[in-house]
């Protein structure tokens, strides 16, 4: 394992090359006033790694995934993990875990399977700046 991966703090990975989930993470870090929250896209060799270490797809994945400890969240449970972490208002969304994850997921896949289409990509991978970028692994 890459050895600058930290050991508690939960780390996001998200699709490199995609707006939305660009976006995802900017809206992740103003929101992130412990700065606990660690990036890397999929894309990269760590974020390949923590997959790989996870038991998850490393070739076709499309979701953003959460790294919390031991434990590797996906989809919907990924997003409703984060929103718990960031607290505040964010962790209203709580109650949607007891959603079916079957229907959380076919949302959540809706709006996965439109993306690049409705929000657009990048030919390479698009890493954050400022701030953020000291919490980026690569």
Avoid at 18 to 25: A, I, T
Avoid at 35 to 58: C, D, K, N
């Amino acid at each position: 394992m890459v050895s600058d991966v930290p050991d508690d703090d939960p780390i996001v990975l998200f699709d490199g090359v995609c707006n939305l989930c660009h976006g995802f993470v900017q809206f992740i870090v103003p929101r992130d006033t412990d700065e606990q929250f660690y990036f890397a896209s999929l894309q990269s060799e760590v974020g390949q790694e923590l997959l790989a270490a996870h038991g998850l797809e490393t070739d076709a994945l499309e979701s953003v995934v959460l790294i919390d400890g031991e434990d590797a969240y996906v989809k919907s449970d990924a997003v409703l993990r984060i929103a718990r972490l960031l607290g505040g208002v964010y962790a209203l969304a709580g109650p949607f875990r007891f959603l079916p994850r079957r229907l959380r997921d076919w949302a959540y896949d809706v709006v996965a399977d439109h993306r690049y289409r409705l929000f657009g990509q990048k030919e390479q991978c698009m890493m954050p700046t400022g701030n953020v970028q000291d919490r980026i692994l690569e």
